[in-house]
């Protein structure tokens, strides 16, 4: 395989998850009646431009179908990022009425939802069509589409050049990385600001986050390797952030190479130096990735297997992607995790991809009362624990598989 950004052999590995089907591909009650496509789950190095990237097998239409299930309007934490955002950026950029955002992979409106509050002009783009049918109800301007050089220039035509552009958790998510950046070049004023979130797939490492790797994520992605994309395709980095966000992530601010005036941040300098001196620029810090995430595997099904075994209830909570990665290379299956709550409507009474756990709302939780209770998206833990405190009024415990086997009361 040659790398997604610039064409050089893979031959460096990261890890090898064997093989599963599409994260969010969650099955209906005739689905679990049939086959499911699965696909192998194999993470390389590019040891020239330190693009981390999985190996390609899934198409992008096989991923993001119209039945997507992901919403990004159900975290109450995830929507206070989002407003908080819109109030700096508000307040850094001077938006006003005369400014124009575009958010490109809009989802459910989560975001662009308080920039319609504040009156300022707004357009989305989401390829989806259930997400974008969610951020249309908002009354949201939605192009449903997949962004990159053709749909940038079409928005151009149409006047809808951006002083901002907002790219949240998608960069990881496009095949084309060289394609998709190089549209927000072209869409962005000559002065405009482009700001991407993604995490860091230095805390990926560092804190064996494997379970966020999936195929609708095709790139794992450092600023070393940002701001080498980038620059092949007309943006130049002028500032970063890191974020707590998904377990570890970064804001990067750009602007285009040939007529942003901003000046470079200090930070931008520091976290450069901070990833080589972590050796993201040497094929040893990849080489023991495979065996930790095998030790979280192992101590994970033991864990459920000895519960089994002491006739113990295990539910989860939480029918995130990262979720499934987990259970399916761990080979999870509905006697080891009985059933996955959820709060989104679209999820439950649909089954788990791969491992086929049902999925059900929060009354089978109170009714059946199970001894633990996994969350699967460890990231909003605080979260889950705090709207679930009542787990601890039948002596139920949480608890958590990565970074490592944690037990905690309710």
């Known amino acids: 395989m040659k790398c997604r950004h610039c064409r050089s052999d893979l031959k460096l590995r990261l890890v090898d998850l064997g093989s599963a089907p599409p994260s969010n591909a969650y099955l209906t009650h005739q689905d679990i009646h049939g086959p499911e496509k699965w696909f192998p789950l194999r993470v390389l190095v590019c040891a020239d431009c330190w693009l981390v990237q999985t190996e390609d097998f899934a198409q992008v239409t096989e991923l993001f179908d119209a039945n997507y299930a992901y919403f990004s309007g159900f975290s109450t934490s995830w929507?206070?990022?989002?407003?908080?955002?819109?109030?700096?950026?508000?307040?850094?950029?001077s938006l006003?009425?005369?400014?124009?955002?575009?958010?490109?992979?809009?989802?459910?409106?989560?975001?662009?939802q308080f920039l319609k509050q504040r009156n300022i002009p707004c357009?989305?783009?989401?390829?989806?069509?259930?997400?974008?049918?969610?951020?249309?109800?908002?009354?949201?301007?939605?192009?449903?589409?997949?962004?990159?050089?053709?749909?940038?220039?079409?928005?151009?035509?149409?006047?809808?050049?951006?002083?901002?552009?907002?790219?949240?958790?998608?960069?990881?998510?496009v095949p084309d990385i060289n394609d998709f950046v190089e549209g927000f070049s072209v869409l962005l004023k000559p002065?405009?600001?482009?700001?991407?979130?993604?995490?860091h797939v230095l805390n990926l490492m560092a804190e064996n986050q494997f379970d966020t790797i999936y195929h609708e994520h095709f790139s794992y992605l450092s600023l070393t390797a940002v701001e080498r994309i980038f620059a092949s395709n007309g943006l130049a980095v002028f500032d970063v952030q890191e974020l707590s966000t998904h377990g570890g992530s970064l804001r990067v601010?750009?602007?285009?190479?040939?007529?942003?005036?901003?000046?470079?941040?200090?930070?931008?300098?520091?976290?450069?130096?901070?990833?080589?001196?972590?050796?993201?620029?040497s094929a040893a810090c990849y080489k023991n990735f495979q065996i930790e995430a095998e030790k979280i595997k192992d101590n994970f099904v033991s864990f459920l297997i000895e519960a089994k075994r002491q006739g113990k209830?295990?539910?989860?909570?939480?029918?995130?992607?990262?979720?499934?990665?987990?259970?399916?290379?761990?080979?999870?299956?509905?006697?080891?995790i009985r059933y996955v709550v959820d709060k989104n409507p679209s999820?439950?009474?649909?089954?788990?991809?791969?491992?086929?756990?049902?999925?059900?709302?929060?009354?089978?939780?109170?009714?059946?009362?199970?001894d633990y209770l996994v969350?699967?998206?460890?990231?909003?833990?605080?979260?889950?624990?705090?709207?679930?405190?009542?787990?601890?009024?039948?002596?139920?415990?949480?608890?958590t598989a990565i970074p490592e086997l944690k037990l905690f009361p309710g």
């Open 123 to 173: 357009t989305g783009v989401e390829p989806t069509a259930s997400t974008a049918g969610a951020a249309r109800a908002k009354g949201i301007d939605v192009v449903e589409d997949f962004f990159g050089i053709r749909l940038a220039h079409e928005l151009v035509a149409q006047g809808k050049c951006a002083d901002l552009m907002v790219a949240n958790n998608v960069l990881a998510h």
């Open 79 to 93: 929507l206070a990022h989002s407003e908080r955002y819109v109030c700096d950026m508000m307040q850094r950029f």
């Open 313 to 336: 209830v295990v539910a989860a909570y939480g029918a995130a992607a990262k979720g499934n990665t987990l259970m399916n290379f761990a080979g999870v299956r509905p006697d080891l």
């Open 191 to 199: 002065q405009g600001v482009a700001t991407f979130e993604f995490p």
């Open 347 to 370: 999820k439950q009474g649909k089954f788990m991809p791969g491992s086929r756990i049902p999925i059900v709302d929060e009354v089978r939780l109170q009714q059946e009362r199970p």
């Open 96 to 112: 006003d009425g005369n400014s124009h955002v575009v958010e490109v992979a809009a989802n459910d409106g989560y975001l662009l």
């Open 375 to 399: 969350i699967l998206p460890w990231n909003l833990v605080s979260e889950i624990t705090s709207q679930l405190q009542y787990v601890r009024n039948w002596g139920g415990q949480f608890v």
């Open 253 to 281: 601010f750009a602007q285009r190479a040939d007529t942003g005036a901003r000046p470079v941040s200090t930070e931008v300098g520091l976290l450069l130096q901070r990833e080589d001196e972590a050796g993201l620029r």
